[in-house]
């Protein structure tokens, strides 16, 4: 009796992740996809729609007789989309690099610091998402803007005469996902850093290492799984950010978040989106999947 019950405690616990993935991914995934080889319509929903279920099968075979694939053809042929999908490519990889850069030095500090302060310092991090993240994005209008708290400070300061043009610049979005995003970066990489066995930093020093050579050879590399998966965390919803663009970016701030916003909400056509959000899916799941098995071949030939 006791095998039976953990047996099916196991397959549930297997059966739930897999059940999340089919209802709030593979199935949206498929109405948008269902959506992008259709055709705009003057109608509510605007577009006609594919893959009538309601017909069964025979009302299928007939709607499949109208796929099109005009929306994808069009995105090759209208420049706007490419360079809205390179655009974010670009700030989503600066604004990752840069969340790395401020996250780590903060998640090395924390596992470095006493236990007894650990869980204070946990606690400042994850302390943002206990305030909506559009009330922060529009806290940085406030503090970016020409006559915002910044150049206030440092005009103040002396350090500059006239007011900062940074609001409705890739500087403002820069800063808005860096600041949004920094904890995705900082938990991860505490995460490793924390349950990494400092003894190795210490044998790797009576071997001769410098400090800095002991970091670069034993705790970085150590840390790099918190690394990785903090840049995907970062990286994967950056690059289809709408608030923060929309928001603290001007208007030569091109990102395929607000291009699919106006196509899907001004221009009313629901297939060319549902073709953008397509494509952008692919272009994320097809390296995470890449590099995973990448990740899962190297784990095999170590052991």
């Not at 994808?72 to 840069?98: K, P, Q, R």
């Not at 470095?112 to 946990?122: C, E, G, I, Q, V």
Request: glycine content about 4%.
């Amino acid at each position: 009796m006791a095998k039976i019950t953990s047996s099916l405690v196991s397959r549930l616990v297997i059966i739930i992740p897999y059940a999340w993935l089919l209802f709030f991914f593979l199935i949206p995934f498929f109405i948008v996809f269902r959506i992008s080889l259709s055709e705009t319509a003057i109608a509510m929903p605007p577009y006609t729609p594919v893959f009538d279920l309601s017909e069964g099968l025979s009302g299928i075979l007939e709607s499949m007789r109208a796929f099109s694939a005009d929306n994808y053809v069009w995105l090759t042929e209208d420049a706007l989309y490419f360079n809205a999908y390179v655009s974010s490519i670009v700030i989503a990889t600066v604004s990752t690099v840069l969340t790395l850069l401020i996250g780590y030095p903060i998640a090395y500090g924390m596992a470095k610091a006493p236990r007894s302060m650990r869980p204070m310092l946990l606690m400042m991090v994850i302390l943002p998402f206990w305030t909506s993240f559009l009330i922060r994005v529009y806290a940085w209008i406030a503090i970016l803007k020409p006559e915002g708290l910044l150049n206030q400070f440092l005009i103040a300061t002396g350090l500059i005469d006239q007011p900062l043009i940074i609001l409705n610049t890739n500087a403002a979005v820069y800063i808005g996902i860096v600041y949004s995003y920094l904890p995705f970066m900082v938990l991860p990489i505490y995460s490793a850093l924390e349950k990494m066995d400092h003894a190795l930093i210490e044998a790797a020093q009576d071997l001769g290492c410098t400090p800095t050579a002991a970091f670069w050879r034993v705790t970085f590399p150590l840390s790099l799984p918190g690394v990785i998966a903090g840049c995907l965390l970062v990286f994967i919803p950056a690059v289809g950010e709408f608030v923060i663009p929309d928001l603290l970016g001007g208007s030569e701030t091109l990102m395929i978040g607000k291009t699919l916003w106006n196509e899907f909400n001004a221009n009313r056509d629901w297939p060319v989106s549902s073709a953008v959000a397509t494509i952008l899916l692919l272009i994320l799941v097809i390296p995470i999947v890449y590099f995973q098995n990448v990740q899962s071949r190297a784990d095999g030939e170590e052991r």
